[in-house]
């Protein structure tokens, strides 16, 4: 075994895996990162996406041991990178968001989501839509019918995460 | 109106638990980690249906890193019971139907591919799955049943010797002789045949269970919809031991939509396991075990009949299905399309008369269970479906069939065919409601536009109508502290729709506390006593009303205490604005000081439901085939709900399109399938099952229109499937629709679910070939 050195959520770790851990069992099981979620063993649904060096990635599909020197950013951490929230508030700008728009129901899918969109945002700021429907095709959520995820991801975008939320009429 | 107000019933208030969920604090069973917790795995069954000839786990055992490792042989030699089938029906000639044993582990026989064989447990799960590949396991194969439609054939393949033709049960419903003299009267009959595809529920959190035992007493963490119904099934069906012999824990729940409600076998083995070894055993199921050993959906096959008149009335129906059960029957399995869903046959019409026969049959596949709607969405299917084609047959427009036939206003409350008592509603209005907002008026500009992009547009409309609400009593607990915090405690069970927060606007709204300074507790059987769970749509219509019932019992005995404090009687005390007022005083006491002076107030409240209540209302979906490709892209989706009284929008609204993305999943994409012959799932990943992502849907444009419940003491009449049950037949109204506005393409009356781009295709190629032979 080599020891590796991570950066996980700023704090510098080193480590010593096994070849064949898995990035996402090294989270949730040696350092009890638990928001980071295992929901479909093939790389579809994306409740495990974590930002490796700001880039997406599905932690289920990734070993530890490749990734000495990067710099991990769980769901746990995102907050801090995400410096957009109001006031004392624990959360990011697009935590923030989520909560606004009801993006969220069961929970579990959650994590991926909003680590799939901080990689959108920081890469397009205004996206269409069309282009957030496009970019979660890898994340799968099984409650939400991705309506206000959609709309809450467009709201972060706009600044506009403070609002009552939703499209509906009720 | 109290400063409260703000928070009260009928406003959108963001949820308390996000906070937490979305910085990855959620607390879900598979994230607990107890002290020298061992780790179990499930050997499961590659065959769909064989002999086991030899089970030999002596090698296994001895690998390293292995605790235990248990069979049926070991299961049987504890004594326990396997999973219980709660549902016994008669059979339309007066006997019981079948109800076979379903051991926990296999014994001898495998009957589908994921049937649990072996528990093995160890140190690490790579050691537990590295044993299990050495568990010396010979199958002698048998022919596999699978196909719902032939289950019952005589050529096919028997799975249990005492059901004859695969056959669980032959049940009836209805007025068999008054409805076979409608059709022979009647001049005009049609009939349909439907399939109502098999699919997978696919909780993102797929099902896991942590047990230990300590001091006589079973402690098990798990995802429930319910931990009552999982402690008592536990408790009475499979270890035969006191419930106050187990603590049943549910924290955060990852989706549940039917399934949690029930026990798996896990979670018994588990706790088996765990009392073997003294030790905390953690079960944490893949996604391939959710597909190929948790339960499935659906799977009907229906033949369909209605008699009407030459005014398109209809004057009766008649109805005959084949369910699926799975190779075994699950706790509710036999209700689902039976009880559960045939009562609402009729929808929102005036049928006159109504028959209906369901035949349950065994198949080696994996047994059904409730999912989102459980019966109803088949229900409804087949009633849009023959209302279709009462258009289709009469020339009608789709929504001129309805108009004739749909209940009046005035035949309030109106007794179905069926035995369904219509309380409220509206049903020609809501129909026409979201019509309106759907501009089907400007439908045939669209559809002009559409083909000139080389996509044939289609409109589809349904209607429903299902019943809310069941599955008996709720009772709900609140205390106030003397520090004027609150804790409310109830049998129900967050799995997403955001409880909690529910709740406290009900309680905000009636009392006047303030969200804050609520707690909910639920999923401890330590702590609340009763429950039935959350499941058919109940919590907040049974759950709420016996929260509000428990406000007013707080509110009657913080009102002899105050009155004590002032000096007055009870009942001359006003309740305003949060306080309650001596008359003729400035004189007054805030809930929070009667608690204080009382060191503690307590509420309770139980609501039994005297009857289900009935949400309704209408969907509208517009949709572009590619003619091309087959390819289907829908473009506007219209819902217009009457679900009696709304609590919070944004929670009302989140189930709404959660429940249509299934529904709409369920028409086009979803489907498990086996292989006819070999009798292997084909659909054990999300790589095969195709699940609806952000791409499917756009926008839905929601709105209500609704009329409170006569029946429930605070007008609501559950939403948390309606979505899942309105979509379905209105997509493949719309399918059909578009392909019959493809040239040659009008004799076009069907589409199976899933309407697959595949499926589709093939059919503009028939369309096609049909035409250049004419």
């Known amino acids: 075994m080599t020891v590796i050195r991570l950066t996980i959520n700023q704090k510098p770790i080193d480590l010593d895996p096994p070849g064949n851990r898995l990035l996402i069992e090294t989270l949730r099981d040696e350092l009890h990162l638990t928001g980071t979620h295992s929901g479909c063993d093939t790389s579809q649904c994306g409740a495990c996406l974590v930002l490796i060096d700001g880039q997406s990635v599905k932690s289920c599909s990734v070993f530890t041991g490749e990734l000495d020197g990067a710099a991990i950013t769980t769901i746990e951490g995102l907050a801090a990178i995400d410096n957009f929230g109001e006031g004392d508030s624990p959360l990011g700008r697009i935590q923030t968001a989520f909560q606004q728009y009801h993006g969220l129901q069961c929970g579990f899918c959650t994590s991926g989501m909003v680590i799939s969109a901080s990689e959108l945002l920081a890469t397009t700021p205004h996206p269409t839509e069309a282009e957030i429907r496009h970019w979660l095709e890898g994340n799968i959520c099984r409650c939400t019918g991705y309506q206000n995820i959609i709309a809450a991801i467009m709201a972060a975008a706009t600044g506009s995460g403070t609002g009552e939320g939703g499209e509906s009429h009720v | 109106m109290n400063s409260i107000t703000k928070f ?152 249990w010797p005492d059901a004859p033709q695969n056959q669980a049960f032959d049940w009836q419903q209805g007025a068999e002789e008054a409805t076979n003299r409608a059709f022979a009267a009647a001049k005009n009959h049609l009939t349909v045949t439907l399939v109502n595809n098999r699919v997978a529920s696919s909780p993102m959190e797929p099902r896991a269970a942590i047990g230990k035992y300590e001091d006589g007493k079973f402690t098990l963490h798990s995802p429930t919809q319910g931990v009552h119904v999982i402690r008592d099934c536990l408790s009475r069906d499979i270890f035969k031991l006191p419930a106050d012999d187990f603590i049943i824990l549910s924290d955060d729940v990852g989706g549940g939509f039917g399934p949690k409600l029930f026990p798996g076998p896990e979670q018994a083995l588990v706790l088996s396991a765990a009392r073997r070894l003294g030790r905390p055993v953690k079960w944490v199921g893949e996604r391939s075990d959710n597909f190929m050993g948790e339960v499935h959906g659906r799977d009907n096959v229906t033949t369909a009949s209605i008699a009407f008149d030459d005014q398109a009335r ?199 506390i303030d969200p804050q300074r609520v707690t909910l507790i639920q999923g401890d059987t330590r702590r609340v ?122 929670l009302l609204a989140g189930q709404v399109y959660g429940g249509i993305a299934q529904g709409v999943g369920q028409a086009l994409l979803e489907e498990c399938r086996y292989d006819a012959k070999s009798g292997q799932l084909l659909t054990a990943s999300f790589m095969d099952y195709a699940m609806p992502r952000g791409t499917l849907l756009p926008m839905i444009d929601f709105s209500l229109r609704n009329i409170p419940c006569q029946t429930n003491p605070l007008g609501i009449k559950g939403a948390g499937e309606a979505g899942a049950i309105g979509a379905p037949p209105t997509i ?18 069907h589409i199976d679910m899933p309407a697959t781009s595949q499926k589709i295709w093939q059919m503009i190629q028939e369309i096609h070939a049909k035409r250049r032979a004419a």
Not at chain 2, 129 to 158: G, M
Not at chain 2, 617 to 629: K, M, S
């Open chain 2, 529 to 650: 006593k009763t429950g039935n769970g959350t499941g058919g749509s109940r919590s907040v219509p049974i759950g709420g009303a016996a929260l509000q019932i428990a406000n007013q019992d707080f509110l009657a005995k913080s009102r002899v205490k105050a009155a004590e404090i002032l000096g007055c009687a009870a009942d001359d005390l006003r309740f305003e604005d949060s306080m309650l007022v001596k008359p003729d005083s400035n004189q007054k006491l805030s809930l929070v000081e009667v608690a204080a002076a009382a060191n503690g107030l307590s509420g309770t409240g139980t609501f039994t439901p005297s009857q289900a209540t009935y949400p309704n209302g209408c969907h509208v979906v517009e949709l572009e085939i590619e003619v091309a490709t087959g390819a289907t892209t829908i473009d506007r989706y219209t819902v217009v709900d009457d679900f009696g009284r709304t609590i919070n929008p944004a």
């Open chain 2, 314 to 512: 209809i004057l009766a129906l008649r109805v005959e299905t084949i369910a699926n059960m799975g190779a075994y029957l699950s706790p509710f399995g036999p209700m689902i399309a039976t009880k559960a869903g045939t009562g609402m046959l009729t929808g929102l019409y005036d049928i006159p008369t109504a028959v209906v026969r369901v035949h349950g049959v065994f198949t080696n596949t994996v047994p059904v269970e409730a999912y989102r709607g459980a019966g109803r969405p088949e229900a409804t299917f087949v009633i849009e479906r023959l209302v279709d084609h009462l258009a289709y047959r009469t020339g009608l427009d789709r929504t001129e069939v309805r108009r004739r036939n749909l209940i009046r206003p005035e035949q309030l409350p109106y007794k179905t065919a069926l035995g369904q008592h219509y309380d409220s509603g509206e049903f020609a209005a809501i129909m026409d409601a979201a019509l309106a907002r759907s501009d089907q008026a400007g439908f045939a500009a669209r559809r002009v536009e559409s083909l000139k992009r080389g996509r044939l547009r289609g409109l589809g409309l349904a209607t429903y109508v299902e019943a809310c609400a069941g599955n008996g009593a709720e009772t709900a607990v609140i205390e106030m502290a003397a520090d004027g915090s609150v804790t409310l405690l109830i049998g129900t069970q967050n799995n997403g729709q955001g409880h909690e927060t529910a709740y406290a606007q009900i309680l905000a709204e009636t009392l006047g």
């Open chain 2, 732 to 749: 493949i109204s719309a399918i059909v629709d578009a392909l019959q506005s493809l040239d040659g393409g009008a004799e076009i009356v």
């Open chain 2, 8 to 159: 009260g019933i009928g406003q959108t208030m963001t949820r308390q638990e996000d906070i937490r969920l979305l910085q990855g604090q959620g607390r879900y069973s598979a994230d607990l980690h107890w002290p020298h917790q061992a780790v179990a795995f499930v050997l499961r069954s590659p065959q769909s249906h064989a002999e086991i000839t030899r089970l030999d786990t002596a090698a296994a055992s001895k690998m390293p890193g292995v605790l235990l490792i248990l069979t049926h042989r070991e299961i049987d030699a504890e004594g326990l019971n396997g999973l219980p089938c709660w549902t016994k029906l008669p059979n339309r000639d007066g006997t019981l139907g079948y109800i076979p044993e379903r051991p926990l582990l296999a014994k001898n026989r495998v009957r589908f591919v994921g049937e649990p064989v072996a528990f093995i447990v160890a140190e690490s799960l790579n050691q537990a799955r590295s044993a299990a590949e050495a568990i010396d396991v010979v199958y002698k194969s048998l022919p596999s049943a699978t196909v719902t439609a032939d289950a019952l054939n005589q050529t096919t393949p028997q799975i």
